[in-house]
């Protein structure tokens, strides 16, 4: 009998809907997206797709699981220039090999994220408030960096992460790839994944069962910037320069990428899979309307109604 | 197994103080506790029992005074020190995660592990299953606990408690929604428990729980540790009178309102379902001016449901809802506002005062749009007002302008009252209106509640606390499962009897 009910929950239509919804979503748009221009279903189109959208899925994997504790990042898009410009100086001008320069910058974002968290959980800080600052003293540092200027002219070691395959899959697919494994086996299989959830769903109730709720906060922040960092890195590699003005509403992109992936704002449930689906669903769309020759004026428009729709969907479904 | 140390002493407190802004909740208080030891810990509601469990279980920190746990000295506990420690404790209100499964949240915070970090997901569920085995609890481990039922989530709240070492457990009222049979399986668990020398601590109302399962009894009342007694010296009316500190005398007064009888709410045949919570099955209530109708039932019984429909905040299958003889079309709190119904919430603290706003600004929230004009208020007659109703319900502050957050349980409670007084209202529907405040407070705000009934207000009030009603109500309605299942007419001088009450709550006429 028990057994019965459980099944019918199971398949439930809405609850399905609303856990694979956005998958339903994408393979309609790719239709939709084949019908309309042939270039869209090239395997030219479909390499070109999977490495703009692994920066992104990277970015959203990050602040997936701020989401998840109930918080919020709008930091990322800065760290992109800021990581983007430490990682192209290091190569550039202080000729430090390419793994050198990663890892600075990489290292540099997990500071920042750790910032970020001490800030926001031992002081009671706002998320918002928080990350809206450090995210203004990212994009001015980034500036700053080198008096406003691009750092062009990389080696070919540094941008191969950027423009580079492996076989015939771009390296930051690969990169992507391995970080959507690892973050899956995060959120599933270990005490902090569980104990991500845990503060996202009733922070009091973690407190009382003993998690260390300040270090699990803190850890995320820093997840999420250091993800940040290394998409920076990408983006750089790509552009083949260290730009201060990159990465302009990829925060954007980032939490619209986790809302329509089925995460809830106010954290605790979710799947970090949603986060990489919804990732695709929007890099999908901007490409898709880049071939039918829409303004990104417009993409930003569709992108926000996309956002506020998803939104819109999973709220009602709390209620 | 190894033969426990019963006699030996595994939890100390000593000298244990602990204020709540303006409040004492804790006086001093010193209490051992044995293995092996089974206490009962009473008092009355705000006697601080939940305050003193929270210091030693290291959800609160203390002002002064000293925890030992086997020896080992803490000025204050963490949490997880605390469980590190032995203590664990199942909290009043439940510490569940909705969205995590039985057994996720039965480990939670003591998650078996391997590697770095990653659970053993396997393990912890074949655990929990055992746990709940132990109990002889019929739950799939697997299940979400948001699909459970409330007396399933208390029970998993149970078990919750005993995934880890225990020297201490502590039970803070954990009866309260469970069933019979539910009750079996917590009676059989207690005495393993104390076979396997752990100390137990059971906070409980219902004293003949107490006396059934406890070896000792310690009292609070207001803040101050009063007595500590083996349970088999005392009788149930003993505990009552340590509770109280006074011989309990019916309060009750006849109402003496002369006017017209006049029919200020009645609810016909009103059915509510929604997903996860109480169903109301064909309800049916009168109020009449000048009287006080009270509403008793257990957690679970649909009394605060009831309120949230009659204001439109649940979804309604059918039922009629007049209010002053007009039937109302759409029910919302604006609208049943508009028709003089105030209702002070059960949830004091996020539903009834802003703590960062003044007293002032309180009181005066629901009167703005009657003491402006043309959007600008009159700030002489909303201080005329505000002064009115600080002095009628003598609410102690330091000033109109002091932060609601500065007062006491029992102030904040009056200008949550002097609130919707100030509206004027012709019903006062009060859900729980004199939870964790102390003593004094309490018959003060009983005392304003009867001078209302006199001046010809009806009242509706809603409590768990059996002599809160008979003290004051007129008519007192048994709910049990949705449904109002007797009522209990009053007579001066004629008192009533709690196991009649009981009865009509527990197992319906």
Redesign the interface.
């Known amino acids: 009998m028990?057994n019965g009910t459980?099944l019918a929950?199971h398949f439930s239509m809405s609850d399905h809907l609303l856990k694979f919804g956005v998958l339903y979503l994408l393979v309609l748009l790719i239709a939709v997206a084949s019908m309309m221009s042939r270039q869209f279903l090239t395997a030219q189109n479909a390499l070109n797709v999977l490495r703009q959208v692994s920066p992104v899925i990277i970015l959203a994997l990050g602040e997936g699981i701020v989401i998840i504790t109930a918080g919020i990042d709008l930091s990322v898009g800065a760290l992109v220039a800021m990581s983007g410009m430490i990682a192209a100086g290091a190569v550039s001008f202080w000729n430090l090999p390419t793994f050198a320069a990663v890892l600075l910058a990489v290292l540099f974002g997990i500071v920042f994220g750790l910032l970020n968290g001490i800030i926001i959980a031992k002081f009671n800080i706002s998320a918002m408030i928080v990350t809206l600052a450090t995210m203004n003293a990212a994009r001015g540092a980034a500036y700053l960096y080198n008096d406003g200027a691009q750092i062009i002219g990389l080696p070919d070691s540094f941008t191969d992460i950027g423009r580079g395959y492996l076989g015939p899959i771009p390296i930051p697919a690969i990169i992507m790839i391995i970080l959507v494994i690892l973050m899956v086996l995060l959120m599933n299989?270990?005490?902090?994944g569980?104990y991500l959830?845990?503060i996202g769903?009733?922070e009091?109730?973690?407190?009382?069962?003993?998690?260390?709720v300040l270090k699990t906060k803190i850890t995320a922040y820093a997840i999420c910037s250091m993800f940040a960092a290394l998409a920076g890195v990408i983006y750089a590699a790509r552009m083949n320069m260290g730009d201060p003005a990159m990465g302009e509403g990829l925060e954007m992109d980032a939490i619209a990428s986790v809302i329509l992936g089925g995460i809830n704002l106010y954290g605790?449930?979710g799947s970090i899979l949603g986060a990489v689906i919804g990732a695709m669903f929007i890099t999908v769309l901007g490409n898709a309307l880049n071939l039918n020759g829409v303004s990104s004026f417009w993409q930003l428009v569709v992108k926000a109604v996309a956002l506020i729709v998803a939104a819109l969907i999973y709220t009602k479904k709390k209620v | 197994m190894e033969q426990p140390n019963r006699g030996q002493i595994v939890a100390e407190l000593q000298d244990i103080s602990k204020r709540f802004g303006g409040t004492v909740a804790l006086n001093q208080v010193s209490l051992t506790l044995k293995k092996g030891e089974i206490l009962g810990l009473i008092g009355e509601n705000g006697a601080g029992k939940s305050t003193l469990m929270n210091i030693m279980s290291g959800a609160l920190r203390p002002d002064t005074g000293t925890i030992l746990l086997n020896g080992k000295s803490f000025s204050h506990l963490t949490p997880a020190q605390a469980s590190q420690y032995g203590v664990q404790i199942v909290h009043q209100e439940l510490s569940l995660l909705p969205d995590m499964t039985v057994a996720e949240n039965i480990f939670l915070g003591k998650e078996l592990q391997k590697g770095p970090g990653f659970i053993r997901k396997q393990e912890c569920r074949d655990r929990a299953r055992k746990i709940l085995e132990q109990f002889e609890i019929d739950i799939d481990v697997d299940q979400k606990v948001a699909e459970l039922s409330s007396a399933q989530k208390q029970l998993v709240e149970i078990c919750k408690s005993l995934a880890g070492t225990i020297e201490v457990l502590i039970l803070d009222e954990p009866t309260s929604s469970l069933t019979e049979r539910e009750m079996v399986s917590l009676k059989r668990i207690l005495p393993i428990l104390r076979e396997q020398g752990a100390g137990i601590i059971f906070i409980s109302h219902k004293l003949d729980e107490i006396k059934e399962l406890c070896d000792s009894i310690a009292v609070l009342r207001d803040g101050n540790l009063v007595r500590r007694e083996q349970t088999g010296d005392v009788t149930i009316e003993n505990m009552v009178q340590f509770m109280v500190g006074r011989d309990i005398h019916d309060e009750y007064s006849r109402p003496r309102f002369q006017g017209d009888r006049k029919l200020v709410l009645e609810i016909r045949d009103l059915s509510s379902k929604q997903y996860g919570e109480v169903e109301l099955k064909g309800l049916n209530l009168k109020v009449y001016a000048g009287e006080i109708v009270g509403i008793f039932g257990l957690i679970g019984s649909g009394r605060t449901e009831m309120i949230k429909a009659l204001h439109g905040l649940r979804t309604i299958q059918q039922g009629t809802v007049l209010v002053g003889g007009k039937q109302m079309e759409k029910l919302t709190p604006k609208r049943m506002i508009s028709e003089g119904v105030a209702w002070v919430t059960e949830d004091r603290r996020h539903e009834g005062v802003c703590l960062s706003m003044s007293v002032k600004n309180n009181i005066g929230m629901p009167i703005y749009g009657q003491v402006s004009k043309m959007g600008f208020i009159n700030n002489r007659r909303l201080n005329e007002t505000v002064e009115r109703y600080m002095k009628h319900l003598s609410i102690k502050t330091s000033g109109e302008n002091a932060w609601a957050e500065t007062l006491s349980g029992g102030n904040q409670q009056k200008v949550v009252l002097a609130k919707w007084l100030a509206l004027g209202p012709q019903l006062l529907i009060l859900d729980e209106p004199t939870r964790g405040i102390d003593v004094g407070s309490k018959s003060e705000i009983h005392r304003l509640i009867r001078e209302l009934r006199d001046e010809g207000m009806a009242v509706l009030a809603i409590s768990s606390e059996m002599p809160e009603l008979f003290s004051l109500a007129d008519r007192i309605l048994v709910m049990r499962n949705g449904s109002i299942t007797g009522e209990i007419p009053r007579q001066a001088g004629e008192s009533v009897s709690e196991e009649a009450v009981m009865k009509l709550a527990t197992l319906g006429a």
């Open positions: 028990r459980k929950k299989q270990t005490v902090l569980k959830y845990a769903g009733n009091e109730v973690a407190r009382l069962a003993g998690i260390g605790g449930q």
